[in-house]
């Protein structure tokens, strides 16, 4: 992703105090951290209310932040936890739609067993424990490191690993593979 060194850079601009780096670094950041929400089974209007409260957010602690990693990372942490509050309050998941629909979008005019298959896949998701469905979206649907996805999750890296594992095994058994 060649936004995130661009990301990191405005948001040392932001630290020392100047909004205009802020608002260039959440007009670029903003689509991404949208589309994370979105794999964290937010609805679209969810998803959007927690990639903004995660910017208000990252825009009052601005000046706390320190550039000790991506700031890419440290928003969507953010975002993450924007996230799981949602679904605390709302304690519903429409996890197999978001998925759904964000994986559809480039099949236009794909087979229809591909389409079924993506059904499967998103019910089998749906089925993970919510660690282990962060796990998977953060390595596999926002192509993350394992320690970008430690670093969102807030965790150990063995944790992201034993998490994608076991989420793998698990789907790996719900679909019969």
């Known amino acids: 992703m060649q936004t995130r060194p661009r990301v990191s850079e405005l948001m040392r601009h932001a630290a020392e105090g100047s909004d205009a780096a802020f608002g260039e670094l959440a007009q670029l950041a903003g689509p991404e951290l949208l589309r ?3 794999a964290q089974g937010l ?3 969810d998803a959007a ?3 903004q409260e995660a910017l208000l957010r990252a825009f009052q ?3 706390s932040w320190q550039a000790r990693g991506e700031a890419m990372c440290w928003l969507m942490g953010i975002t993450l936890n924007v996230a799981r509050e949602i679904h605390r309050r709302r304690r519903m998941a429409s996890f197999d739609e978001m998925l759904l629909k964000d994986a559809k979008a480039p099949l236009a005019g794909a ?3 591909a389409a079924e298959d993506l059904e ?3 019910g ?3 089925g993970l424990p919510s660690r282990q469905r962060e796990a998977i979206a953060c390595r596999f649907l926002r192509r993350l490191s394992v320690q970008e996805t430690a670093d969102v999750m807030g965790c150990a890296k063995g944790t992201v690993k034993s998490a994608v594992f076991t989420a ?3 789907l790996r058994q719900a679909l019969g593979g």
């Open 36 to 38: 994370f929400a979105l």
């Open 168 to 170: 793998l095994a698990s």
């Open 124 to 126: 089998a998701m749906q």
């Open 49 to 51: 209310d927690a990639a």
């Open 120 to 122: 499967r896949l998103a």
């Open 43 to 45: 609805s679209a209007t």
């Open 61 to 63: 602690k601005r000046r």
């Open 111 to 113: 087979d229809m067993e």
